[in-house]
């Protein structure tokens, strides 16, 4: 009888086993054994053994460098590695075998299955990297991708041997073709536990072809910011990511440059016509339009500029710095339908004010046009692929939170065109990159989502209702975390739209709380599906794919925007305010009161808005977890990013220029001799 049959919980006797050894390890103040697994599965459960053996030697030899006031705890965790070991090998030997009865894998419960299915497939996978995964995946020519949605490989402008753009020219032969299917990938609110968005969004799309259809994906491109800062890389994961990870993670094709390079040469024509002799009379204490950089930078949001005199450095005033996700121009950039649109957004860039109070614009400054030139290649959209060969269009990367959070229009669009389905995902949880897909990215592109998938994890809604620690992780607080998924699936019925709760399953999560969210979503009347695709990839993401297509085939969406564009600016964010955030009101501090007069006199009332608030909390603090009642929005100020399309109302405390946390990823990251990177995900 295999050990499942003998009653053992084999998933919860690993957790422990390897929670207790790390445990014992920190609280001894050593390093862990560098040998903690051993690559070869074994041939025989001798050998099984023999293999334990050799591993419990090499700990014993390493643990004789310990203090002698740890030698009780070095032979307690000596015996803990034994036990571990013996246990870890022996399965994967049974597991392994051909002969295995079926009598013997029905004893197993459905759980220990696939638990142990996991220890196998990691005796040589988990341990390996995003980077480790990518870089040993054979994957198709990207001239092979571009065939396989009907682009010549002759059209194809190459970046490296795995990433093509594709001229807007060629892709507009497509116009006139029937769209697919769109769904929209979203999540619920953001913890440190992680709801792994984009990894089911790409697994989504590896599952969907698994079952037949033929899908084209379309996602953000990430920032240098977040990479080296708090996230280590915006690829997905595991056995679900975009490839080639390590130059999609980096410099990728350019884009963000271009328009970095293009806002900065704005910002370089105001400062010089400020300095020589100011015919627009702009007033340098109003300028309004920024620099940016492509990275997280604290100490630079607010800066002096111009010193040395007018000579050496132009007219001393106030400004700073904001990410270039930040930037209009990257909005400009994702929301342009082609080269004129683009060319019109940029004109209408406001940079700041004159001496009368009057708006000064991009236009005014003459240099639109050399814009355009910095920007002909970022236009065009990337195509690369899924570690299983699927074309994705990477193309656009403006943040949720403080932008509009969507991959570019152009992007989405010919996804539409060139597939059945076509998945892309909103940056953020539903209340922001969602809620600004449905009410700008919509509105200006004529598109709308015939299903959408709302992310959750276990842990992530353990969080959410109170959870700290590890003791804290348990059904009640799951059972609390609900008001946050609630909220969220309440928020995107709003829009008409049909909702799938994707539950992103994380190696440790048990049964019964994918039992209690199945049941709890099911009360609600949401469909739920199971997602295991950073271990499985698109195998894991069947069942979700299954649940996507059924709701597609059977609910006809309804799709409706929250408000309509001749509401005031006010009473637009009252509506986000208190329908999708669940504020009680709204307080606006006086300068957003005068911004919203000022705004609505020059005739930007009509424009939707895009509220700039924290990622971290439905609310505007982000300490608040859950879906909070009885709080207060409030609102700063007001910009407007007029080639964009939309009013910007910031909220809170919220940044434009963001900060390293206190351990960057920038930390954990290097290369070798080889090429080969660590750190980077």
């Not at 053992?8 to 903690?36: H, Y």
């Not at 928020?491 to 992103?504: D, H, Q, T």
Request: aromatic residues 6%.
């Amino acid at each position: 009888m295999s050990l499942c049959g003998a009653g053992i919980d084999v998933a919860g006797l690993f957790l422990k086993m390897e929670n207790m050894t790390k445990m014992t390890v920190m609280a001894m103040n050593a390093p862990t054994p560098k040998n903690m697994t051993l690559n070869v599965p074994p041939a025989s459960p001798m050998s099984s053994l023999m293999d334990s053996a050799e591993f419990i030697m090499n700990a014993n030899t390493h643990r004789k460098n310990i203090r002698n006031t740890n030698a009780g705890i070095s032979s307690f965790l000596t015996a803990l590695c034994m036990l571990r070991y013996v246990i870890k090998f022996t399965l994967s030997f049974f597991l392994k075998k051909t002969s295995l009865s079926n009598a013997e894998k029905s004893v197993c419960t459905e759980s220990e299955r696939k638990v142990l299915y996991r220890g196998i497939r990691y005796n040589r996978e988990y341990m390996k990297t995003d980077f480790e995964i990518a870089n040993e995946t054979s994957v198709k020519k990207i001239a092979d991708i571009a065939a396989d949605i009907g682009i010549d490989e002759s059209e194809l402008i190459y970046y490296g041997r795995n990433i093509a753009k594709i001229p807007l020219k060629t892709l507009s032969e497509f116009d006139k073709r029937k769209n697919g299917k769109l769904i929209l990938v979203t999540a619920i609110t953001a913890t440190p536990a992680g709801e792994g968005k984009t990894v089911t969004t790409i697994g989504l799309i590896q599952g969907l072809s698994r079952i037949g259809k033929k899908v084209v994906g379309a996602l953000r491109e990430p920032s240098l910011g977040p990479t080296f800062g708090l996230k280590g890389g915006a690829t997905g994961g595991g056995f679900s990511q975009v490839y080639p990870m390590w130059d999609i993670n980096l410099h990728f094709t350019g884009d963000i440059h271009a328009v970095g390079a293009a806002h900065n040469l704005l910002s370089a024509m105001v400062e010089n016509h400020i300095a020589k002799g100011n015919e627009l009379g702009i007033d340098p204490t109003r300028i309004t339009l920024k620099k940016v950089m492509d990275m997280d930078c604290r100490e630079l949001r607010n800066v002096v500029v111009g010193l040395g005199g007018r000579s050496q450095g132009g007219i001393p005033h106030e400004s700073g710095f904001i990410i270039t996700s930040a930037s209009e121009i990257s909005a400009i950039l994702a929301l342009s339908k082609d080269l004129e649109d683009l060319r019109t957004r940029l004109g209408e860039i406001v940079v700041g004010y004159d001496f009368k109070g009057g708006y000064v614009r991009a236009r005014d400054l003459e240099c639109v046009g050399a814009m355009m030139i910095l920007l002909k290649d970022a236009i065009n959209p990337n195509l690369v692929q899924t570690l299983e060969g699927q074309p994705v269009f990477v193309h656009g990367f403006p943040f949720a939170n403080i932008a509009h959070g969507s991959n570019s229009i152009i992007a989405t669009k010919y996804a539409l065109k060139l597939g059945d389905y076509a998945v892309t995902e909103a940056g953020f949880a539903a209340d922001l990159g969602a809620e600004k897909f449905m009410n700008i990215v919509c509105r200006q592109s004529g598109f709308s989502p015939d299903c959408v998938v709302l992310v959750a994890s276990v842990r992530a809604l353990m969080m959410h209702g109170g959870a700290v620690s590890d003791a804290e992780m348990n059904s009640e607080s799951l059972k609390k975390g609900f008001s946050n998924l609630d909220k969220h699936i309440e928020n995107l019925r709003r829009f008409g739209v049909p909702v799938v709760v994707a539950i992103n399953r994380f190696i440790g999560d048990s049964d019964e709380h994918l039992r209690i969210i199945r049941e709890h979503c099911g009360s609600l009347g949401a469909e739920c599906a199971m997602s295991n695709v950073f271990e499985q990839g698109g195998e894991g993401g069947i069942e979700l794919a299954k649940a996507v297509v059924k709701t597609i085939d059977e609910k006809d969406p309804d799709f409706k925007f929250l408000y309509p564009l001749d509401m005031s600016i006010k009473e637009k964010i009252e509506v986000i305010g208190k329908e999708i955030y669940g504020a009680t009101m709204i307080n606006f501090l006086p300068a957003a009161e005068s911004a919203i007069n000022d705004l609505t006199a020059a005739g930007y009332g009509n424009l939707p808005v895009c509220i700039a608030k924290t990622q971290s909390s439905i609310s505007d603090d982000p300490k608040r977890k859950g879906a909070p009642t009885g709080w207060k929005l409030t609102v700063r100020e007001l910009t407007v990013s007029a080639g964009a399309g939309f009013v910007v109302p910031v909220c809170g405390q919220m940044m434009l220029m963001p900060g390293l946390p206190k351990i960057p990823a920038a930390m954990r990251m290097d290369i070798d001799a080889d090429g080969n990177i660590k750190g980077l995900k």
